[in-house]
């Protein structure tokens, strides 16, 4: 906690000063264009790496970037969808599962989650993805892992679908969906082809093209 106190009391006296109109602007107001869904863990940092500034950013994070179903009883994932679609009139939607996820390690060996009950119901959302990447051959256990990131990131877009704002705004084309999976050890991401159902690198994706 003195960690994070002295952070704090540093961006106070010296990062704050430096940027002061911009929260000024952001007091009263927010207005970001992309909703942005990742894990909860601590090395995916959603505005370090797409180096982005407060306010640019509506940022869900959970355990495995997951988003479920629409459902008679939605729950705060399928809340802040809907405000951040509905109300803030975010433009883009990215879901970004990244390298090494303990969340989709779990699910891709089938580890004991017994002692956990509340993450092996929420890792349930899944489920679609997992018996997708069973259905493949890997060559190791690595592979498996990778490909079950892959696939859950593929899993939760279909599952953002299900939710009726956001299926009213892909309806009236003023939305775009994008899966991204980011590699932490070297720092890259790669970025779902609609078109062929694959990840090639961001770079060098049509969404990166001006």
């Known amino acids: 906690m003195r960690d994070i106190i002295n952070g704090f009391l540093r961006f106070q006296r010296e990062v704050f000063p430096k940027r002061r ?4 602007k952001l007091a009263s107001k927010q207005s970001p264009m992309t909703l942005f869904i990742s894990c909860s863990d601590s ?8 180096q982005s500034d407060p306010g640019n950013l509506f940022v869900i994070r959970n355990a495995g970037n997951i988003v479920p179903s629409f459902g008679p009883e939605p729950g705060g994932v399928s809340a802040t969808v809907e405000y951040a679609v509905a109300a803030l009139k975010v433009r883009d939607i990215v879901v970004c599962g990244h390298s090494n996820c303990g ?5 891709a060996t089938c580890a004991c ?11 349930r959302h899944s ?17 498996r892992i990778d490909g079950m990131v892959r696939e859950n990131v593929k899993a939760q877009l279909n599952n953002i679908r299900t939710h009726p704002s956001v299926a009213l705004a892909l309806a009236q084309k003023s939305l775009t969906l994008h899966g991204w999976v980011y590699d932490i050890e070297s720092g890259s991401i790669d970025a779902l082809d609609t078109d062929t159902d694959c990840f090639v690198p961001l770079a060098e994706h049509r969404a990166a093209r001006p």
């Open 103 to 107: 969340a989709m390690t779990a699910v």
């Open 21 to 24: 109109e911009l929260f000024k």
């Open 43 to 50: 090395r995916m940092v959603p505005e370090l790496v797409t």
């Open 127 to 143: 489920d679609a993805a997992r018996m997708i990447n069973e259905a493949q051959a890997h060559t190791d256990e690595q592979a």
């Open 113 to 123: 989650l017994d002692h956990m009950p509340a993450v092996r119901k929420w890792l």
